[in-house]
């Protein structure tokens, strides 16, 4: 069911036959809009704030910054935009680095223009696109990586003991179901729980909040 007002768009890419190309592709849609792009994270960080776009579509590398570093600021700035990161490259870093700075997508420019259209939809309905074999992908990494060693967080002493329970159980890859089966909890109140954990911690995700937990839980390799 369309909205009644258009998704609200704003395009940085540093390429102008890009912007271009994907300002035509969105203006065919009736239910979506461009309010504004830009070719620099300077000037995208400048002119977001005064758009107030529901998606932001940010080209990963740029030549004075990357869209990652506009996400996490546009994140902080405006919670109610969503980001999705645009890449040329498949990039194992950049990917988690879209992920804890609150991206919702992560698209490859060769993708389908109906792909694209697709996920913007998605992500200004409040879904994620990070693909859970991604973020099994990270997971992995994490514990694979020697040098990482536990670090005190002061946002853990905030969580009651039945949040960090259910943090672990996140970090272990339950479902909201799942979780409460093994609490024996009221599914309603594992997601009630989830928020609170979230909120305490400063996170957006499900996903942000595996990776707190497992980066803060490794043992020094």
């Given at each position: 069911?369309?909205?009644?007002?258009?998704?609200?768009?704003?395009?940085?890419?540093?390429?102008?036959?890009?912007?271009?190309?994907?300002?035509?592709?969105?203006?065919m849609?009736?239910?979506?809009?461009?309010?504004?792009?830009?070719?620099?994270?300077?000037?995208?960080?400048?002119?977001?704030?005064?758009?107030?776009?529901?998606?932001a579509?940010?080209?990963?590398?740029?030549?004075?910054?990357?869209?990652?570093?506009?996400?996490?600021?546009?994140?902080?700035?405006?919670?109610?935009?969503?980001?999705?990161?645009?890449?040329s490259?498949?990039?194992?870093?950049?990917?988690?680095?879209?992920?804890?700075?609150?991206?919702?997508?992560?698209?490859?420019?060769?993708?389908?223009?109906?792909?694209?259209?697709?996920?913007?939809?998605?992500?200004?309905?409040g879904?994620?696109?990070?693909?859970?074999?991604?973020?099994?992908?990270?997971?992995?990494?994490?514990?694979?990586?020697?040098?990482?060693?536990?670090?005190?967080?002061?946002?853990?002493?905030?969580?009651?003991?039945?949040?960090?329970?259910?943090?672990?159980?996140?970090?272990?890859?339950?479902?909201?179901?799942?979780?409460?089966?093994?609490?024996?909890?009221?599914?309603?109140?594992?997601?009630?729980?989830?928020?609170?954990?979230?909120?305490?911690?400063?996170?957006?995700?499900?996903?942000?909040?595996?990776?707190?937990?497992?980066?803060?839980?490794?043992?020094?390799?």
């Amino acid at each position: 069911m369309p909205c009644s007002d258009p998704i609200r768009l704003f395009l940085l890419d540093d390429h102008e036959v890009v912007r271009r190309g994907l300002i035509d592709l969105v203006e065919m849609e009736d239910d979506m809009t461009v309010v504004g792009e830009a070719g620099t994270t300077a000037s995208a960080l400048a002119r977001i704030p005064a758009t107030r776009p529901d998606v932001a579509i940010l080209d990963a590398r740029l030549p004075d910054g990357s869209g990652i570093e506009v996400c996490r600021e546009i994140r902080s700035m405006l919670p109610a935009t969503r980001c999705l990161i645009l890449t040329s490259y498949d990039d194992n870093d950049a990917l988690f680095a879209a992920v804890m700075a609150g991206a919702s997508g992560f698209l490859l420019k060769e993708i389908r223009g109906t792909t694209i259209v697709d996920a913007i939809r998605q992500v200004a309905a409040g879904k994620s696109l990070i693909d859970p074999a991604v973020t099994g992908r990270l997971l992995a990494r994490i514990r694979d990586e020697e040098s990482h060693q536990e670090r005190p967080d002061p946002r853990i002493a905030s969580l009651t003991v039945r949040e960090r329970q259910v943090l672990t159980l996140i970090a272990d890859g339950l479902t909201n179901r799942q979780i409460g089966e093994h609490l024996d909890l009221a599914e309603k109140t594992v997601k009630n729980h989830v928020s609170g954990v979230l909120a305490k911690l400063g996170l957006d995700s499900r996903t942000q909040a595996a990776l707190f937990e497992v980066q803060r839980s490794v043992p020094p390799g």
